[in-house]
DNA sequence: ATTCAATCAATAACCATTCCTGATCCGAAG
DNA sequence: CTTCGGATCAGGAATGGTTATTGATTGAAT
């Protein structure tokens, strides 16, 4: 396997998926995603907006916001939710728990939790139509643990 | 078992609450907890605001978001977040699920689905020390499902 | 009754996010 | 390659829930 092939292909992906959703794929929406992928962590979109606009210091704050928001509908990235946090994004859209450091903020992925069945065991126990049912995990990362 | 006793006996157990607390309980805190009481659903601070003002029109927003506060850091009120929502506040405070229809906003508990070790699995999996982990259930609500 | 910290009412400030507007881009059709 | 119209953009204002600030008021312990 090539290596040099991957982006091509990551972009037929991509390009697939807009072309379907009627969106355009912008340079800005392009340098958005480029910018998640480039971090290790779960970004906001403020931390987005800087990295994007170091490349591209004209970019607005509003479109980074709109981008995210375009990305996410058609299903090339994802976010979550946490109290005491702006929305957290990541290029993982596959259903896995995420939990965030309540000292410090850093959100990182815990492998291996079985999340199979949840929504449909909720379904059997409510006459509601379940749409979405997410875990939100809190804790303190073990830096901070020893920082007392 | 007489009736009205029940009111004395809630009293004696805040009371007890807010004395090893150190907080003072107030009349507004009073009348806060008593508009939660009252409804049947799970009101938003400005929910709760718009009750407690009926019976004291000088009470202010933000005297209900302290007592708000107060009254969940003492272990007596829950909340709960959803996105497109306020804080969602509740007098039951034992581990149970609630959903919200993402048409009307409307919130309700979901019995019967067996929230046990949910914790301590994940913290099998992790080496963060796990404080927190809460499911946001969201979908349509019977009626909404009907009216389209 | 007095006192001092806790609480309050009123309002300003905050912050993440959304909305608005006129300018710009881009792709489909000639 | 040009034209055209709708999508998108930059910049900035607006929004909405919540928190912070401040001087006045309350209330529990002397």
Redesign the pocket.
């Known amino acids: 396997m090539n290596i040099a092939e991957m982006p091509t292909k990551i972009d037929e992906d991509i390009r697939e998926k807009f072309r379907r959703s ?8 392009r340098a958005v995603l480029e910018a998640l992928g480039e971090t290790s962590g779960h970004p ?3 931390d987005v907006y800087l990295i994007v606009k170091k490349k ?12 995210l ?2 990305l996410e509908d058609i299903g090339i990235i994802s976010s979550k ?1 946490w109290s005491e ?3 957290r994004y990541d290029v993982n859209t596959k259903p896995h728990l995420d939990i965030r450091c309540i000292r410090c903020g850093e959100v990182s992925e815990i492998p291996g939790v079985d999340l199979g069945g949840l929504k449909s065991r909720i379904q059997g126990s409510t006459p509601y139509e379940v749409t979405s049912a997410s875990l939100v995990v809190e804790g303190i990362c073990p830096a901070c643990q020893k920082n007392l």
Do not use: C, D, K
């Open positions: 009627g969106y355009t794929l912008t340079s800005q929406r906001s979109a403020e591209n210091p004209r970019v607005a704050l509003g479109t980074v916001y709109q981008a928001s375009v939710r946090s702006p929305i």
